[in-house]
């Protein structure tokens, strides 16, 4: 049977059904997904000893017959031991396995084995102590290794798949696999000297030497770091080719717009909407992303870029577009606190709710089928909202700029809804608080322009961070009734309480268990009040302004509050479990205090004792900025951390770039150069056709 990448592992009769069942807890399911379950790291048996050459602490192959195998039990531990026998010409050891009973029948007296362990001093004796094993002699002949006495990778495993399962798995289909085309330019390889893919994806596995092996891992991580690469010059490219609608500043207005804030500008708030006034009066569209720490004032300075956008003469529409509710409002709300005077109608788009601000400090509720049509004529121009924006009904007149607002959270198949139907191709600006190392950005988003605020508003103090004992909560509950009676408000965060399948409603169930302990028992004598995401809409929304509006003093929640939420006199964010969250969501919570004048306390909960989490959580106190920690997280987690798993391959890749910049440069490198000759890839179309499939591979949702 000839096998294609394509072909599912239940169709090779060789491998068993509980084999199949242990796969597909590791994802595997085709053929190419298990020879892609790449070895992890390598260990060399190459080296065979003669047996009566062996030395304590040797860690090499033997070669011999069984003259004797025994299973025994020990009478105190009840524990098995396999001993066997083992000789060759120049003597002979004895080998123990412990608690693998089953080896017994595996090997039996007169086979010819391989085994591969460290020799050690047992009872004064030397023995191999659970080596490695495989038999050399079958029915149908002595047959080459595969765990013994050569180079042997050692895969991720799952309980009950072990490696040499794996290896066991994929040598024989490494050995009927259908030839795969090569899709890399041969002078590309023979340059950064790179094995060939079919070879490559043999010396993976297979290897006859570790160097062999590391330069076949080479090879896949610069194709997949090329590929990325290569995608994102290619919509770069194809961005520049699209017309946008013409958006020309005018410096006088702009200078009163700011004049009419409460505040300043920051110099990276200036400096970043200068960069993106600069791209919307270019005729092509912007792609932008605006990255800056929570708190730094981003939605200003995208705010000012919509608002240019609704004041130019050709009457252009701008979209504000935010992954909640809450953020949705609360964005809609300081445009229209920020921007008064603008008679040209602020609409916000939520779920079940629609109204418009027309300039008069009257926000207008309207129904939803006439709000629709005043987009549709272009007379809101300014429209904030949720995903309702991208849902069918939604037609804009003269769509000039997109605002996404915290972007990971949406896929670019969003994207491209909202843009459905503009006759220009809109500008476009995201923004994420999500700190991510530069490296990481440069590779992951070089689709994207990068505008960066780098310092926090003046003024701001260091919010005071403790990690809290169990035996020290009261003291903190006293401190936090303190703060309260000085008129400041406090988030509670509560994680859910376990993997349950209904991961929402688990959560749900904590939010209210604590929120009855704090309402009944801690604080009787507060306002308390509690938010989660199985509320309704209009619920939420009467809650997060009951906070603004100072009606509560202490909001116990989920991480609905994570992203945006802004409560300049909120001055305690206190978490719960905080060992179950990762360092930038950590990050992200802390964020929603510090906003105003008054010093503010991020105090974390944990139960966990384990050396690991007191190491990260005090990297929150350590830590300068949101990036530094990004860094850390980084090294510790793995990038799938704050990439979030929805971007499938992403964290692969983003790992890579991470572990191997020289490699990650030579892929730019080369992104440039096959650009600049062939930017269609006219000349390469293996290459053409592998980019259109990795597109696929690793959808961006
Ligand atoms: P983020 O970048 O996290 O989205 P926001 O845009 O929500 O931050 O801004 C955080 C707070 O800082 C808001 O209350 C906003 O009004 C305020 N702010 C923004 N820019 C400045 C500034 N230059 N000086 C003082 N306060 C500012
Ligand atoms: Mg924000």
Redesign the pocket.
């Known amino acids: 049977m000839v096998l294609a990448l394509e072909t599912p592992l239940e169709d090779i009769p060789r491998i068993q059904r509980r084999f199949l069942v242990k796969l597909n807890k590791l994802g595997l399911k085709t053929v190419k997904d298990l020879l892609w379950h790449f070895p992890f790291r390598y260990e060399d048996w190459r080296e065979i000893s003669r047996i009566a050459e062996l030395r304590p602490g040797d860690e090499k192959t033997i070669q011999g017959e069984i003259i004797e195998i025994t299973l025994k039990r020990t009478p105190q531990k009840r524990m098995f031991i396999t001993e066997a026998l083992i000789s060759d010409e120049t003597g002979s050891i004895q080998a123990l396995w412990f608690n693998q009973p089953y080896i017994r029948h595996s090997l039996q007296k007169g086979k010819m084995v391989s085994l591969a362990g460290k020799a050690t001093l047992y009872k004064n004796r030397l023995v191999l102590q659970n080596p490695a094993y495989e038999i050399l002699n079958t029915r149908y002949g002595v047959r080459g290794t595969s765990h013994t006495a050569r180079i042997i990778p050692i895969y991720p495993e799952t309980k009950g798949l072990t490696s040499k399962g794996i290896r066991y798995l994929i040598k024989p289909i490494l050995e009927s696999l259908e030839k795969m085309p090569e899709f890399l330019p041969a002078d590309m390889l023979r340059e950064l000297k790179l094995p060939e893919i079919n070879i490559a994806l043999r010396q993976i596995h297979l290897p006859s030497s570790v160097d062999e092996a590391e330069q076949a891992k080479k090879r896949f991580s610069f194709q997949d770091l090329f590929l990325l690469q290569l995608k994102n010059a290619e919509e770069k490219a194809a961005l520049q080719k699209e017309q946008a609608p013409l958006i020309k500043y005018d410096l006088e207005e702009i200078k009163d717009a700011l004049k009419a804030l409460p505040?300043?500008?920051?110099d990276s708030?200036k400096k970043a909407l200068w960069e993106i006034l600069q791209d919307l009066s270019k005729p092509h569209p912007m792609n932008r992303l605006l990255q800056?720490?929570?708190?730094?004032?981003?939605?200003?300075v995208a705010g000012i870029a919509a608002l240019v956008s609704a004041q130019t003469p050709n009457n252009l529409q701008a979209v504000f577009m935010a992954p909640t509710e809450i953020l949705a409002r609360q964005h809609f709300d300081?445009l229209i606190k920020f921007f008064k005077d603008f008679e040209n109608g602020i609409g916000l788009l939520v779920a079940k709710e629609t109204k418009i601000f027309y300039g008069d400090g009257l926000e207008t509720k309207i129904t939803k089928t006439n709000f629709l049509k005043e987009v549709a004529t272009g007379k809101v121009k300014i429209l904030v909202g949720t995903h309702a924006l991208i849902q069918k009904g939604v037609e804009f007149k003269n769509l000039g700029l997109v605002v996404v607002?915290e972007q990971h959270r949406f896929g670019v198949k969003q994207r491209a809804l909202l843009l459905r139907g503009a006759r220009l191709m809109p500008h476009f600006l995201s923004?994420s608080?999500t700190p991510i190392p530069r490296t990481l950005t440069m590779t992951i988003f070089s689709n994207l322009d990068l505008s960066i605020?780098k310092e926090l508003?003046?003024?701001r103090k260091n919010i005071i961070t403790k990690i809290v004992a169990p035996e020290n909560r009261d003291k903190a509950y006293a401190f936090i009734r303190g703060q309260v009676r000085r008129g400041r408000q406090v988030f509670v965060i509560c994680p859910r309480i376990e993997k349950a399948e209904d991961t929402a409603w688990s959560e749900v169930k904590a939010v209210k268990e604590e929120y009855e302990k704090l309402e009944k028992n801690v604080f009787p004598d507060l306002k308390v009040a509690m938010l989660h995401g199985k509320l309704k809409s209009e619920e939420k929304a009467k809650i997060m302004s009951d906070l603004q509006n100072k009606q509560s003093d202490i909001l116990v929640t989920t991480s609905v509050v994570e992203v945006?939420v802004?409560v300049?006199n909120a001055t305690i964010m206190m978490i719960e479990g905080a060992e179950r969250f990762g360092l930038a969501q950590l990050y992200q919570f802390r964020?929603r205090v510090g906003?105003g004048e008054h010093q503010s306390f991020c105090f974390l909960f944990t139960d966990s004792k384990a050396a690991q989490t007191e190491a990260r959580l005090k990297s929150l106190l350590t830590a300068k900025n949101g990036f530094e920690l990004a860094e850390y997280d980084l090294a510790i987690r793995g990038p799938g951390e704050f990439l979030g798993e929805a971007q499938t391959g992403m964290p692969d890749i983003a790992l890579k770039a991470i572990q191997n910049p020289e490699l990650l440069k030579m892929a730019q490198e080369k992104t440039r150069e096959i650009i600049k000759k062939d930017p269609e890839l006219k000349n390469h179309p293996a290459l053409k056709e592998k980019l259109n499939q990795f597109e696929k591979e690793i959808h961006l949702e």
């Open positions: 505040f300043e500008l920051t708030q800056g720490d929570v708190g730094s004032g981003k939605t200003i300081t607002d923004m608080a605020i508003p003046k003024g945006g802004d300049p964020g906003r």
